[in-house]
């Protein structure tokens, strides 16, 4: 059983951090000489002891590793310099923050552009990118984000009744929180279905109080048509939002919905 245990356990931690599964293969020597009389407790303190190396790995030694692999990680917390953070702290937990340096440094300046655009505060907050090592290994769920020249983004978002900005996305993840079409017969795939066109309607009780922020979300997008080989958005929003640069496209029928986030990719 134990076999069994730590075999699907390394998959997991292979499937979601990349490098976790590795990690703990080195590790489990080293866990197992912490040895105590409780069974309970010993779980615990190898577990705590694992995770304490585990964010460690994180934030110390992949960055330089990714480095050679021409990976660098976004930034995880706004601050004075740098208006862009992720939504969600899992992001860079499991290591997916991760873009080619040139990416990195045109969010920045896209962030900056926005920030000093608009009086208050509207950092920038990005969501899932890449993996920093391996082209080719695969993001989970998405169909691309491979190569640390895709990122998906969180639009603007502000109070429904007052219009007052939010300066976070309201969904704990940054996704999930749907934009939907103003009418019904304007909504794409509706005869189509895929097991990647999720619609979480469960969830959606919970943001009845908030909408798109249309002018800030309109100008990130055309900032990012400047040089941004494709933008992926649901056609109810390029129109909404007044897209008109061949840049932005639908994704299709067989991919994830993007009316909760757009998704850009580059070639540079």
Known sequence: MKVV?????????????????????LLLPVLRLIRLSSKWLQTIVRTVTFLLIYTFTVFAIVPPLAALNNRVPLPCFADEKTPLAAANAGYCLLLRNYVTPAILSHMHDVSWKLQRQYSYDSTLYY???????????????????KDGQKLDLAFY????????????????????????????????????????????????????DYEIDEQRTSDLIKLLTRSADKILLEPHLKQRLELNSPVVRFQGCHAARHDDHVHVQWKI
């Not at 245990?5 to 293969?25: A, D, H, N, P, W």
């Open 127 to 145: 969501l899932d990118a890449s993996f920093p090592f391996w082209d080719g290994f695969p993001l989970i769920p998405h169909l691309s984000h």
């Open 5 to 25: 245990f730590y075999s699907l356990l390394i998959l997991l931690l292979t499937v979601f951090t990349q490098i976790g599964g590795l990690l703990l293969i």
């Open 157 to 208: 978002y502000q109070h429904k009744t007052t219009k007052k900005p939010l300066t976070a996305p309201p969904s704990w993840l940054g996704y999930w929180f749907y934009e939907q079409p103003t009418s019904p017969q304007d909504a794409a795939c509706q005869n189509e279905k895929s097991w990647l066109r999720w619609d979480m309607n469960w969830l959606q009780a919970w943001y009845t």
